[in-house]
């Protein structure tokens, strides 16, 4: 075998290889289920790392006493959140789990920390027989492949100044798009800026 045609067959394989990857990225993203998450925050860019918005919602902190499911969670632990839509369109969890789930749509992520908070309870009310209780919460910190965004240095920048408005009056106005196929490895799709979607094309 020559070299020349050694090379094309190498570039060959690869070319597929890639394809397949490509396909298969496509097909998981347009085959999942579609959910729309609140964004809560965001950090910009990273002139190191090219135009991204690290991306902030209320998956990567969950209060494990205030939902449904497991409690207990290690770092490095996988997790999976059971997620539900709301009156608004908004996606929400439900239940958290160290195994995945039989029934529901779920996103699949990973533990970074996991700690209790008890705090005291608060002053009694002059009069109430009843005294308010102690607070308990689990903070479970995770992160689920979707909190950093890369974009084009355009939408970066429309990003930025949508979210930095959002934090300073208050409006909820950018929401994330994802697909959840039956592993619940979420892949973005794109955002929803005021009412109006922006899916991000694959080539």
């Known amino acids: 075998m020559s070299h020349l045609l050694r090379l094309s067959?190498?570039?060959?394989?690869?070319?597929?290889?890639?394809?397949?990857l490509v396909t298969s990225h496509a097909n998981?993203?347009?085959g999942g289920t579609e959910v729309v998450l609140?964004?809560?925050?965001?950090?910009?860019?990273?002139?190191?790392?090219?135009?991204?918005?690290?991306?902030?919602?209320?998956?990567?902190q969950l209060d494990?006493?205030?939902?449904?499911?497991?409690?207990?969670?290690e770092t490095g632990d996988p997790i999976y959140v059971v997620l539900a839509p709301g009156s608004d369109g908004n996606?929400?969890?439900?239940?958290?789990?160290?195994?995945?789930p039989d029934t529901g749509t779920f996103i699949h992520g990973f533990?970074?920390?996991?700690?209790?908070?008890?705090?005291?309870?608060?002053?009694?009310?002059p009069g109430e027989a009843v005294q308010p209780a102690p607070v308990h919460r689990i903070w479970v910190h995770a992160r689920f492949n979707i909190e950093r965004y890369y974009a084009s240095r355009e939408m970066a920048q429309e990003l930025d100044e949508?979210?930095?408005?959002?934090?300073?009056?208050?409006?909820?106005?950018?929401?994330?798009?994802?697909?959840?196929p039956p592993n619940g490895n979420a892949i973005i799709k794109g955002f929803e800026i005021d009412g109006v979607r922006r899916i991000d094309r694959l080539w």
């Open 9 to 20: 067959l190498i570039a060959a394989a690869m070319t597929a290889f890639l394809g397949y």
């Open 28 to 30: 998981a993203r347009a």
């Open 38 to 60: 609140d964004v809560r925050g965001y950090d910009p860019r990273d002139i190191f790392l090219g135009h991204y918005s690290l991306i902030t919602t209320e998956l990567g």
């Open 64 to 73: 494990a006493v205030a939902l449904a499911g497991e409690d207990e969670f």
């Open 91 to 100: 996606w929400q969890p439900v239940s958290l789990h160290t195994m995945r």
């Open 111 to 125: 533990v970074r920390s996991s700690y209790r908070v008890d705090s005291e309870p608060t002053e009694p009310v």
């Open 162 to 180: 949508h979210l930095r408005d959002m934090r300073l009056e208050g409006i909820q106005t950018t929401r994330l798009i994802l697909s959840l």
